[in-house]
């Protein structure tokens, strides 16, 4: 019996765990996909980098980059820092 329960809490444990690296990944794979968009719309001169010199280009390419990265940090320390209260609200 107690095989049996101690087999049933490390399960339940390893799918929490699951639950929460795949909503983290998801913001992981979010930030990727902006990145790239950017990178294309940078190489093929596309809006908003059309009308722009290529220095003028470039620093706007950086600064959108910027963001995005800023964006996605931003994210996880939130889902982190829910993850910590919530896990100190079951402890108490």
């Known amino acids: 019996m107690t095989t049996i329960v101690s087999f049933t809490v490390v399960f339940i444990v390893a799918l929490e765990n699951v ?30 980098y059309n009308n722009l010199d290529e220095t003028a280009s470039y620093t706007l390419l950086v600064k959108n980059i910027e963001s ?10 939130q889902a982190r820092s829910s993850e910590i209260k919530m896990t100190r609200y079951r402890d108490e």
Do not use: G
Request: glycine share 0%; charged share 45%.
């Open 19 to 48: 639950f929460h690296f795949r909503e983290r990944w998801k913001n992981y794979q979010v930030a990727e996909e902006l990145l790239r968009r950017e990178k294309y719309l940078f190489q093929t001169k596309s809006e908003p």
């Open 68 to 77: 995005i990265i800023k964006d996605e940090r931003d994210k996880t320390i």
